[in-house]
């Protein structure tokens, strides 16, 4: 009975924005020859490639162990192999808005670290800035090379019911997951490779060449080989892959911690052949950690003086610390004003609209409202010390109550919104999913946007938290060229 | 290259060799209870445990030795270090902090290698492990194989060969060392049949048996003790590892223009091995020739740690 049941029959889009149908059941016109392809496949076929993929992960090794298990079992970041797809015209839109939105925030923390003009024109409540624990007094009157703070992005989108972008999230840290990215695209294109030939999907496989030119971009003009490392904490942390793939994808040096070393003000690596002058390290490790004779006295992670060789201008870091500053979510509210601010455009990509406890007005409409509201602590990512109004208990919402009252600084609120769905595998059958997506964006010489994406899916029916830590996985999303132009 | 990444691969390697060398002399065994094992009381297991060097940590947790103990102490034990599984999972862990630096399908190899015996070690009837010495041995080859064919000649494939020729070196000469004490018990077993068919398993321990047969045509132990001692062209034999050592060695030297000794502490050994002759050997005792021989071995291995895996 289920033989037939694996393809688009049966499937509805529901009261949601659908990335692959339309209202009426009808495939997207731009994802038609996917539909087709996968609706012309046996029940057993699909499978067998949803299968094939997921051994194909599994012997790569793109792995991360499950906590608290002794017998070493390793699990996949699951990946479903129903693509998301996005055709031309939108991605140009939020390619412009991406660009936009960038270049306003390098330039906020840029100010930010000098001028301060953003505040003293009471664009932004300085208390907002200065209570901030990401706000780095250590980076004040820092100029990284280039006048560059944020190399390297990863902003979430979502999808609401209307079927607009909005922006959710801004990551100007160390973003992670544009491996999978390339590693779903590798084992997607062997998936559904007609449909793939046929629709003009853009290439992401360049991603690392533009990477290698963002970082070395940032060293001295004068030196024609920089050398160039990636600093990873190392093969426990859950990123690990990710920072191995990119060192071998760029030729470049996978430092940990214990490999580099300072000596009279420049970062030296610990060679065979003895010390070697590093120029430009792309540091996959949080501001807190990088080093313990300013940031955190116990971190094992860092290099100790760090900090000091950056300032005096003898290595570039990527991304820049102090960052955080632009990312914290009570600053997220105030960027479309930001982009206003030092750009004089209005914003491409909408915010979502956010409320910031710390106001007292805005406050006691959050705490009037919590089963309607998203509250999100500014400070924590990973889906962690959130609050899902519609899915909470009155004792959930009575303790976060109390949270917001004693630290109002530390939260916002936002309305929950529909998040928009995709068709995914479950079980037998194909359901809709809620889906986010990260494009990935460089500041180098110009800003790039790589023209895809890591898609997250809430694999949990109904679910909206899309983060791996709470049972998501990823599709490849799929971004089409124009005519002619791929 | 960094200090770190040539100490994992050198690691990386030795483990690798030394899960093939136990995988080998396990099925070598195994194999030899279908010959003799109707003649004899039973197949000896004690000198696997000697050779493996961990005999101390086998009898404070096993209380008899026999078959079934000694495969699983070597084979899956976790809480033994040199167990097969422990030296696939520290490969695997040395081949993931340089992922970046081998080539993509060697990882692999050693993923999947991994992820076999992890599953063979669940399984609850284990009575049929030939297969799967037989996986280990078909993966490190193709390991070899990959380096061979896809490795850059640079600094990460001398300390690989380096670890693979010194752990090489090592095993052969415990296994002749073990296997010529517990087979040269009585002078009436010497140059029996007996001694034809175990020594003939010495040598398929480590995958000589053909080769020797080219050149000598019959088993006995001085011959099959000079070819696996002094054989310059056998790629297991104890002459051939130290040569290809120092060759790496050399070129490590050259490559990096560090030499704090390792490469002369080399060379001693092989003036060691010139200087002698198989009948001196066993004449003077083959205990103490491996003995001083191993002890050296452990100098290199400290001198290499220190000159180019120890940066201060």
Known sequence: ?486 | MLSRVANSIYWMSRYLERADSIARFIDVNLKLILDIALDRENVQWQPLVLASGDEADFFKRYKTLDQKRVVHFLTFDNLNPNSILSCILNARENARTVREIIPTELWETINELYHFIQKYSKKRQKDNLLPLYAQIKASNNVACGLVANAMLRDQALHFLRLGQMIERADKTARLLDVKYFHLLPSPEYVDSPYDAVEWGAVLRSVSAFQMYRKKYHQVNYRDVSEFLIFDPFFPRSINYCVNQALSSLGAITDMTKVDMGAKGEMAKLQQMLLLTSVDKVLAEGLHEFIDIFQFNLNIVDQVIYRSFFELK
């Open chain 1, 1 to 486: 009975m289920k033989e037939t049941n694996l393809n688009f029959d049966n499937y509805k889009a529901g009261s949601f924005y659908d990335e692959l149908f339309d209202q009426n059941g009808q495939a997207h016109l731009h994802s038609k020859p996917l539909i087709d392809q996968i609706n012309a496949l046996s029940h057993k076929d699909l499978r067998r490639r949803q299968k094939a993929a997921e051994l194909a992960l599994h012997q790569l090794g793109i792995t991360f162990s499950v906590y608290g298990d002794k017998k070493g079992t390793e699990k996949i970041f699951p990946f479903d192999v129903i693509p998301r797809v996005i055709p031309a015209s939108e991605w140009q839109n939020i390619e412009n808005g991406l660009k936009q939105r960038i270049e306003a925030l390098n330039l906020f923390v840029d100010d930010i670290y000098h001028d301060k003009k953003i505040l003293k024109d009471k664009i932004i409540p300085q208390d907002l800035i200065l209570s901030s624990k990401c706000y780095l007094k250590e980076c004040e009157g820092l100029n990284p090379p280039r006048k560059i703070w944020i190399h390297i992005t990863g902003t979430d989108l979502v999808r609401d019911v209307d079927g607009v972008f909005y922006v959710l999230e801004d990551n100007l840290r160390c973003p992670s997951g544009v491996s999978y990215v390339l590693e779903n695209r590798a084992i997607q294109k062997r998936t559904f490779p007609q449909a793939f030939a046929t629709m003009n999907v853009r290439r992401v496989a360049d991603y690392p060449d533009h990477l290698y030119d963002t970082l070395k971009y940032l060293a001295p003009d004068h030196i024609e080989k920089p050398k160039i490392v990636i600093l990873t904490p190392g093969i426990y942390n859950s990123a690990y892959f990710e920072h191995a793939y990119l060192a071998q994808q760029m030729g470049i040096t996978l430092a940990q911690g214990s490999d580099l070393v300072v000596e009279n003000d420049e970062l030296m690596l610990r060679t065979t052949k003895g010390f070697e002058k590093v120029d430009v390290v792309y540091r996959r490790i949080d501001d807190d950690f990088l080093d313990p004779s300013v940031f955190r006295e116990d971190s094992l992670l860092g290099v100790k003086g760090i900090m000091n060789a950056y300032r005096k201008g003898n290595l570039a870091l990527a991304n820049a610390p102090g960052n955080g500053i632009a990312d914290d979510k009570a600053v997220y509210a105030y960027v479309p004003e930001i982009i206003k601010y030092y750009l004089g455009e209005e914003p491409i990509l909408p915010n979502v609209h956010t409320y910031i406890c710390e106001d007292k007005k805005q406050r006691d409409y959050v705490l009037d409202n919590l089963e309607k509201l998203v509250v999100k602590a500014v400070n924590q990512s990973g889906g962690y010390g959130m609050l899902i109004g519609p899915k909470s208990t009155r004792s959930e919402r009575e303790s976060f109550a109390e949270k917001i009252k004693a630290n109002p600084r530390d939260y916002i609120a936002q309305p929950t919104l529909s998040l928009s769905r995709c068709p995914t595998i479950i079980g037998d059958d194909i359901e809709g999913r809620h889906v986010d997506v990260r494009p990935y964006i460089l500041y180098g010489k110009s800003i790039f946007v790589l023209p895809g994406g890591l898609t997250r899916v809430a694999l949990v029916k109904g679910s909206l938290v899309v983060n791996s830590s709470q049972g998501g996985g990823s599709k490849d999303t799929w971004v089409l060229g124009s005519e002619g132009n791929s």
